[in-house]
């Protein structure tokens, strides 16, 4: 067990590996079975733990008796933060970053998860709520910023036209669209050079690794240069 694997479960106990399943992980539904294979030896509270984070609204359960499925409560309003602690004793290790990232989402809740997840992997995050705002802080600090990390579908300015801009303004900023839908985005849009998509809700561990491998590339080009 890793100094902060201790650590969670100083503060919640047996109840962290629940934590710890289901926050990274946000879209999956977990069993009892599913989540008990999870623990080095079952602890025979496991029930009553599950009932009490449903109860609390830290978790959401359909179902019932054996049937019965667990999720991460998205209307928990501690999410972001639960969900920030399970990635820094989960990723920080394999996803290192001193990169700065420029974050755009007109909700606020997906905005605040990111920043948060972003930070916890030790990137530099600098937030917008529109596309507009969006490059008024791109144009302060577009020197610094490697990677913009943009939804697609906004008000006013979308986020391929956000990027489009970015581009024509520093050609080696990476662009990471992430979306909820299909269809929201052309091929042709993908295809370009430092583009990738990520599907919204994702797993702690999935945007980490994207944007790891992603600022990796960058890296490789600038020495190849």
Known sequence: MTRKSKGLEALFGARHAILFCTYLEPSRWWSRQELARQFEAVPPGLTKDLDALSQGDVLRARGDGQSKEYQANPDCPYFAEIQAMMAIAASRATFPGTETILVVD?????????????????????????????????????????????????????GVVLAKKVHSLHPETKILYMTGYSGELNRADLL??????????????????????????????????
């Open 192 to 225: 370009a050079p430092g583009v990738s998509l990520i599907r919204k809700p994702f797993a702690p561990a999935e945007l980490g690794r994207k944007i790891r491998k992603m600022l990796a590339e960058k890296a490789r080009e600038s020495s190849a240069a």
């Open 106 to 158: 007109d909700h606020p809740a997906t905005l605040k998860v990111a920043r948060i997840l972003l930070e916890s992997f030790g990137y530099t995050v600098l937030a917008a709520d529109s596309a507009q705002a969006a490059m008024i802080v791109f144009r302060q600090h577009q020197e610094h910023i490697r990677l913009l990390l943009t939804d697609v579908v906004m008000p006013g300015m979308n």
